[in-house]
């Protein structure tokens, strides 16, 4: 009990001390005050009309989602498919690919637009396609939290239903057993597809590079935040304080719903372990509707892929494998990708190693206060979940100007870089094992107190077996998630030595592109991650069971 | 059984990961090590570092912190910490801040090698020029050619109803060649004939003509120009025929199109930024000998030369020019650049920056 309240504590620290740092450093340059700051918002060419389209941004993003996601969540959910597994990895797969090579691929996607029908720069096309790519990104977290309630419900309950007069029809039938069921599931769902489209930073940064959302309006004034040199002027710090304070406030209200609304989904008890999903073929229309979302989900990353062959040479556009040569032979980057892909499997491989059991017992933490209906249930959720709130500046800033106070030296040690990485993929490990973990029937673990067995006996015999398979799709998203991580390595001091592929695709990409093969070896990059998160993905899922696996 | 296998896969995952970071664990503890911050963009490869650690003996980590004003923000961050003892890449837009904050310690380097434009700015030994290129307007002779504009003589040109949303400028704010080009409107506008205007006129008429003010030289460059490489890009976007870049751009353009490009640099007097860059040794180095072992070698005769190719900029050793191959030095132009010193800069920036931002909004 000690050791969980020890965990608990120390990912407290991890996660408030750096932003709590970074405020106080920001308070002690900025001279105005927030409210004031936020008064000039849109006096100032910087943060001009920032709040509006973020919110704007965030909330048809989460609309859209939810219009492209429920659907897919219910073929997905309901039917069986051939080849399930692919299925599924394939339309989770988008989720964890970094946003920068999401956003090269939608680029792509532009320029067959432009060729087909002659126009990919308007501005509101560009705004579409930014939506369409949050949706993209997004869909994952639709079908994971709906498609385990979707799969598990027996048929015998919508028969039931049909039966008696407000269930006879297909709308009523949604509206009074559906509905109800699937909601706390949407709604947390959409509460992450608005805290992701809410910071979102690389595909508005390249999708709409005439708008600015709250995230690249601090991205931009990161550089001078925090500097006390008054010749570099104030509004940084006073710009970034401001714009954290409003995107930390709303994330937390979103994440409080989600959890509120998470913990009550359990308690339906109409799902059982059986699969009650009915067989059906790619031959019907219902096949027709998943081809037409494989090609939606396939198109940015063949686009990618594509992309990575395609060199210029003499003022036309060749099919050529110089990028890929480039990209291994790391002529035109500080490391190549076998370097890269040895950091970026080892940070990953330490990620999960330290982020599971973390996870683990804030997972344990949360599902015990549940039981005693404590209201700290909900605020060590937020606090798990908290992370994702924060803009990698704030991170970025706080572990630099920590590092810098306590001993320097620290900056350049191997695994501070391991600290981005475990604050954005603990809270996954959560989100999978703590449904999981709800799911438990408390009366293996009583009878086995009964006979005597301690806290770490049952926890080796009991709990980590019958969780196993949430513990491996835990570990695979973790690792997943670990290699395409890109923000916050981004911002914390980049020493070449621990460059993972993002990283060099990031470096890449910051270079002119005068020399053609640049873009082309960034894409080859992309594919190498994009191939291996596909491949890991496709292996593991067969370690989920049907509505066990967790809601993510 | 199973709980074995757990342990076990735990067992070789854990021996994995260690051996992994066998490498990372022992490394700078064999020969010296030369930390340096430099910006996201030079271009020096490894293989050129790989040769100068054979050389000689001195192994050479870069750290990568954005632009130019960002290896400045890292360094004043980081002062007097040890963590780096090279800065590269702060240039004159931003080194009186640099030298007003007291950052960095002298070096031993022979400054008679330099020219007399890249020691114009600043002629002592705390920060070594080690390239220079002047940050001007680029257009695409395309549009100017095939609308029948007249070729910009004056910045006033660009308020005109032809260049109506089509010139992409960059935030002087996020940008280092837009922070450059900025300094030179105020210093062309206060030089001028007009005494009834300043620079803050000529920014808010340029608001009114729809001038794209891109975050970034990539943005501005890449996405939104018409002229330059961006046209075979994903995402290219081609509303501006006309953009702040370096008055070599045209000739890089022209080395990889085999002496082909519709981009010209404009040769507007007073209307561009000199941009001279620097290395400097920081405070808190003990690693004085190495660093100056190094920036002789960055201003060498061998390396510095090929600074046109290396870095896309002028080599700053007297005597050094572009490239001749492909039309490179053809479509560059070394033009009459603003003066401005780099004190004046330091005392005045923060307020100019202020102004700007009204004037645009």
Known sequence: MKIKILIVVIWSMLVLVPPLISWQQLEIVAEQTILETLGNFDSRFQTQGSISFTFFVAISSTILTMIIGIPLAWNLGRYKWRYHIILRSIFTVPFVMPSILVAMGFLSLLDWFEVIFGDNNSQDLRIYSLLLAHAWFNLALVVRFCEPILSTIEESYEDAARLLPSGNTKLKRFGRLWGPLLLPNIIASASLVFVFSFTSFALVKFLVPAKRNLEVVMSNQAEWAGVEIPALGRAPSEIVLASSSIQLLTIILALAISSKLQSRSQGHHLSSLKDSRKEVSFFSIRGLYILMMLIFIISPLFALISSSFLVRENGVMIWSTQGWVAAFGGTHSPTNVYQSLYSSLSYAFLTVLISLPIGFV?????????????????????????????????????????????????????????????????????????????????????????????????????????????????????????????????????????????????????????DPLLRSVANAAGTVLLLMTLILFIGVERFRPVGRGGEF | MKNKKIKKSILICLMFTFSMFAGCLSDGEEGKNLNIVSYDAFGISQNLLEQFTNETGINVEITRAGDAGGVLSTVIQTKGTGLFDLSLGIDNSYLG????????????????????????????????????????????????????????????????????????????????????????????????????????????????????????????????????????????????????????????????????????????DGASFSQIEYVSLLKGTDEHLSANIFVDWLVSNEINSQMSTINWMYPAIEGGGIIEDFGYNWHSIVPVDCEMNISSINEGIANWLDEWDAAVV
């Open chain 2, 97 to 268: 801040t640099a030298l007003a904050a007291e950052l960095f310690e002298p070096l031993d380097t022979d400054r008679t090698i330099f020219s007399n434009r890249a020691l114009s700015s600043y002629d002592g030994n705390l920060a070594i020029p080690f390239d220079v290129g002047s940050v001007c307007i680029n257009y695409d002779s395309n549009y100017v050619d095939g609308e029948n504009i007249s070729i910009p003589t004056s910045l006033w040109n660009f308020t005109d109803t032809s260049w109506d949303g089509k010139i992409a400028v960059e935030n002087p704010r996020t940008s280092s060649p837009g922070r450059a080009f900025f300094i030179s409107t105020v210093d062309y506008f206060n030089n001028d004939i007009d005494e009834q205007s300043d620079y803050t006129n000529w920014w808010s008429d340029m608001k009114d003509n729809n001038v794209i003010i891109a975050d970034s030289w990539t943005m501005a460059y890449e996405t939104h120009y018409s002229g330059g490489y961006g046209q075979w890009g994903d995402g290219f976007i081609g509303d501006a025929h006309a953009v702040v870049s370096y008055c070599h751009s045209p000739g890089v353009e022209a080395y990889y199109g085999e002496n082909w490009t519709t981009s010209v640099a404009l040769n507007i």
């Open chain 1, 362 to 514: 804030l997972s344990d933490s949360i599902n015990e206060l549940e039981k005693e209906d404590s209201k700290f249930s909900t605020i060590l959720d937020i606090l798990v979940m908290f992370p994702l709130a924060l803009s990698a500046v704030m991170v970025g800033l706080g572990v630099l100007v920590g590092i810098i106070r306590t001993e320097p030296e620290l900056a350049r040690v191997w695994w501070i870089p391991i600290y981005g990485h475990l604050m954005l993929a603990t809270p996954f490990v959560v989100r999978v094992l703590l449904p999981a973990m709800r799911n438990l029937n408390p009366e293996f673990e009583q009878s086995a107190a009964l006979l005597g067995a301690g806290y770490l006996k049952r926890l080796m015999t009991i709990k980590i077996p019958i969780l196993a398979p949430s513990i491996i799709v835990a570990s695979s998203l973790v690792f997943a998630i670990s290699l395409g991580e890109f923000g916050a390595s981004w911002v914390v001091l980049r020493f070449t030595e621990y460059t993972t592929i993002p990283v060099m695709i990031g470096n890449i990409l910051s270079r002119p592109g005068y």
